[in-house]
């Protein structure tokens, strides 16, 4: 049997229940890399009860043990990193050094959730009676399922296992079927590491497996991250056991360029958002509200730095800016979104075609004569696209950034104080970026508003997602 035909449960690689697979490929060339199982209800079932069986054992080890497990993890990932990065790039198509910054982050992220494990706290609150005390304890909450999407993929398990498991939940992971291989790879790694079984489990599949997994009675958190309509269906599975969700969806970027942005750090940053992973990032700038003033040099400057973009395969080009898109289904929406603005009155200053090259490539595009009613300005693109609307003031560009269904990150590019802490009250989004490209940090707080999800992820407040509360009255004489 091929070492990717099983899952990965209470500590051991096991054969799927189900006979079902699913065909893996290279975004790159198209090429079928391996087959995976499509894991179905009884593999779900048996991976949920190895999480359940282990937890309470977990939850009892002081969190500083918890944490040395999530750390001697992380070390491990890095010794192999040039392997890891390969395969990510191999099965998603990140360019090389992107997929090495992945796995990095992953394990300095994993390094940052352990440090959490002394600093978790409850709190005393004072009582209305004589001689009791209320204690606010925080506790895990149980069996975790997290839920993966292809983008990050290696760094998402480690954004939802890392609080879990130091937390004190156990988890089942279930990988996205787009990229499966890079969580087998994860998974030897920490196999290696000496984890009690059940603690961390693997299931791969795609709608069928995370269907049962977010409809499990065994899950107390189904962690998130993917499509909104997903997460609509997630949360509708989940409310028949009122499981807790956290869903971290789509976004919709708003960038507000003023007249007096710094042209240069403003061209680069909206570049990099559409560039970075192919532009295939949740919380990167997908539409821009330019000022009349700089409208004109700023479409020069991002269409000069687009039409220069190196893109190819990246395990045969090492100097590339990006690599393909993940699969036909995002070739076929970028595509469609960019024909539909051209109809619509639209200019194409660079690109605005699907590119003559093997994988799902499609040009770097910049659009110009942007309006409020196209597709390509309120629908996700998830590709290296960037259209721009020009405004003529701040207070516009506000009404129209907020006027949207997604809430996830915003950002602003101006030298005026004033004008930039405007923005920052007046953008009803989960992070707001000020000069600067739109990525998080892993101690702030990642969460949208309204469609864009519910709950958040990374720092304290991501940490505590993944607890909840008991509070102990004790009454003494
Ligand atoms: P997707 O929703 O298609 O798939 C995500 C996961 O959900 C996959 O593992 C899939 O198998 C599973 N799934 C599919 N149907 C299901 C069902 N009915 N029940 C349970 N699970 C089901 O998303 P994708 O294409 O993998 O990811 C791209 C999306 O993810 C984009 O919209 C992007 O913005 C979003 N994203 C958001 C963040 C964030 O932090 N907000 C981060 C990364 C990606």
Redesign the pocket.
Known sequence: MDKFERNYINGEWVSPSSTATLQVHNPSTREFIASVPDSNADDVDRAVAAARAAQPAWERLPAIQRAGFIRTVAQKLREHKTRLARRISLEQGKILPLAEVEIDFTANYMDYMAEWARRIEGEILNSDRPGETIYLHRRPIGVVAG??????PFF?IARKMAPALVAGNTIVI?????TPLNAFDFTELLHECGLPAGVFNLVT???T???A??AHKDVGLIS????????M??ME?ASKNLTRVNL????KAPAIVLDDCDLELTANALFNSRVLNTG????AAERVYVQRGIADRLADRVTRLMAETQYGNPLTDPNLHMGPL?NQA?LDKVAALVESAKAQGAQVRTGGRVADRPGFHYEPTVLVGCTDGMDVMTK?I?GPVLPLRVVDSLDEALALANDSEYG?TSSVFTQNLNAAMKAARELRFGETYINREHFEAMQGF?A?RRK??IGG?DGKHGLYEYMETQVVYLQTP
């Open positions: 839920i993966l999407p292809w983008n990050f998402l279930k990988s996205s079927e787009e599949g795609g709608r497996t995370g269907a997994l977010s998130f991250t993917g499509h909104v309509g997903t997460g269906k997630i599975a971290e969806l789509g976004g295939q990032v949740c919380n993940m995002g996700e998830f996830l990642h949208g864009s999800g992820a």
